[in-house]
């Protein structure tokens, strides 16, 4: 029961990650009906400004813990301001000028601006893993114990909750935002009928550059989480979470925010359990085959809705 306990802890973590970037997938997939598949090296991006910050800021193993938590806020601030201007600069380079052309246009330069991210990276930083410093992930090392037995403990880590709690804090913001503001309102309007949206006097540009900006500071939220949980980040982690976020957002129901933060879960879950239980060779296969199975019986997704077709 404790080992059963432990994984579905690192489970719900490991799923709070890719929900917060399968949400960037699904808010700008509700607007303008494509999908960023550059997202997943934003997030990525994200990970190499927190580490940088942090090689910057210098923490030590005598730093306090509060300053080392408020270092992590200050860090999580600045990566979210500085990859929100890379959301913005791809709407505005590999979206913008397209909206009007066929599907396929976008796409392909999405695509570019991926590899022109993933690229950059590789060139400024090196193809080697880089590491976060010792001492914050010492640091964050401790925790509570939940249960124990036969010499096994299920314990919950002082990053583990910082990961859930950023998490939820967060789903609540932007489910207010999305519900209870005007630009909440401008994006549900874009999501129903941009034109009509226009004619009311809704700014649809302005509501899309900031879906993108909002998405890119999740990333970048996701990014500095997954650098504090697993302490080891390279150039290549943006390609295989953007899939796997997709692949979550798919899930849940593209389009729908609870559905991309219940599909991030579900393939967190997936991939630990089978890893735990089965073998990690396979982990991939597994969560992939829930989605293929999910599609079959239910194309639009665990909480999506059926497209319905304006004539």
């Not at 640091?139 to 919950?156: I, T």
């Amino acid at each position: 029961m404790e080992y059963f306990v432990q994984q579905l802890i690192n489970g719900v973590t490991l799923g709070s990650i890719y929900g917060l970037i399968a949400i960037g997938y699904t808010m700008v997939y509700g607007i303008i009906g494509m999908i960023n598949f550059a997202h997943g090296d934003v997030f990525m991006v994200g990970s190499f400004t927190a580490l940088l910050l942090f090689l910057l800021i210098g923490l030590t193993a005598a730093s306090p813990l509060i300053v080392i938590v408020l270092a992590i806020v200050g860090v999580l601030i600045v990566a979210m301001a500085l990859t929100a201007v890379w959301g913005w600069t791809i709407e505005r380079l590999a979206y913008r000028p397209l909206r009007g052309s066929f599907r396929l246009a976008p796409l392909i330069t999405a695509i570019g601006m991926s590899i022109v991210l993933s690229n950059m990276v590789q060139i400024a930083q090196g193809a080697r893993v880089k590491n976060l410093p010792p001492d914050i992930k010492d640091r964050l090392s401790g925790g509570f114990q939940v249960m124990e037995s036969n010499g096994f403990a299920a314990v919950v880590s002082y990053r583990q909750l910082i990961i859930v709690g950023v998490t939820i804090a967060l789903m609540a913001l932007f489910t207010w935002i999305i519900t209870s503001t005007p630009l909440g309102r401008a994006q549900r309007a874009c999501e129903q009928d941009r034109t009509m949206a226009a004619l009311t006097g809704v700014d649809v540009d302005r509501t899309i550059s900031l879906t993108f900006v909002i998405g890119a500071a999740l990333a970048a939220v996701a990014g500095v989480m997954f650098l504090v949980y697993y302490g080891a980040i390279d150039f290549y982690i943006g390609f295989v979470a953007g899939i796997k976020a997709f692949t979550a957002a798919v899930l849940g129901g593209i389009g729908s925010l609870p559905g991309a933060m219940l599909g991030g879960l579900l393939i967190g879950l997936i991939e630990v359990f089978w890893a735990g239980y089965v073998g990690s060779e396979y982990k991939d296969v597994a969560a992939f085959s829930l989605l293929a199975i999910v599609l079959i019986f239910r194309p639009e997704g665990l909480l999506g809705r059926p497209e319905i077709e304006k004539v």
